[in-house]
């Protein structure tokens, strides 16, 4: 059974940095992508960042770009994200999650995802 533990949220001031983690247990093999994606009070959840496993090709939603950078550490099944220059608007629960099956493009679709992890809070103040 696939296991995915985020880790690293937590309250930070507007302009402050946090670096999440997502650890991966279980992996018969080796994911096709591994993504972020967050989920704000009273809306729907979206779509963050992806990482082509293999590759290594970052996708980002626009708002996000320049500012957050995801990257990974294939010997340790372990994906993260940098989060700079946050904004209060930033303020959701980061959720990680793994394709085994291959996706078209970004993956930044849900259904993309075959697992996901629990989530973690990161809460931007003004």
């Known amino acids: 059974q696939v296991h995915l533990v985020e880790s690293g949220g937590g309250l930070v001031q507007a302009g402050g940095s946090l670096r999440l983690s997502c650890a991966a247990s279980?992996?018969?093999?080796?994911?096709?992508?591994m993504g972020w994606f967050r989920q704000a009070p009273g809306k729907e959840r979206e779509f963050v960042a992806a990482i082509i496993w293999g590759g290594g090709q970052t996708y980002y939603t626009a708002s996000v770009k320049g500012r957050f950078t995801i990257s990974r550490d294939i010997s340790k099944n372990t994906m993260y994200l940098q989060l700079n220059s946050l904004k209060p608007e930033d303020t959701a629960v980061y959720s990680c999650?793994?394709?085994?099956?291959?996706?078209?493009?970004?993956?930044?679709?849900?259904?993309?995802?075959?697992?996901w992890g629990q989530g973690t809070q990161v809460t931007v103040s003004s």
């Open positions: 279980g992996l018969t093999f080796r994911p096709y992508a």
């Open positions: 999650a793994v394709n085994l099956r291959g996706c078209i493009g970004s993956c930044s679709h849900r259904d993309d995802y075959n697992y």
